[in-house]
C-alpha cells in the first residue's frame, strides 16, 4: 500500500501513523525470527512512504530495534 492510497482513506495520516505503530508493537517482540524479518521487511518501506514529516519516531525506533535484534539473535 503506498501513501497516495493511504492518503486517499478517511484517516488521517497521524491516525494512521499510530495505528502503525500499534500493529508493529507485538511484531517487534516475536519470538518467530521469520515474523520479526517479516515485519522488517515492511517497516522499512512504509517508512520511505511516509518520508521524515509524517514518520513517528516509535516507528523509527521499532525499526532499528528490529534490526538490531535481528542481528543479535542470528
Known sequence: MTWR???ASPYSRE????????IFDPL???V????RIAALEK???LIAEL???HTSEALVDHFVS??????LTR
Open 5 to 7: 492510497a493511504i492518503s
Open 15 to 22: 491516525v494512521f501513523v499510530e495505528l502503525a505503530g500499534e
Open 28 to 30: 517487534v517482540s516475536d
Open 32 to 35: 518467530s525470527f521469520q515474523v
Open 43 to 45: 517497516l522499512g518501506p
Open 51 to 53: 518520508g521524515r514529516d
Open 66 to 71: 528490529m534490526a538490531r535484534r535481528c542481528r
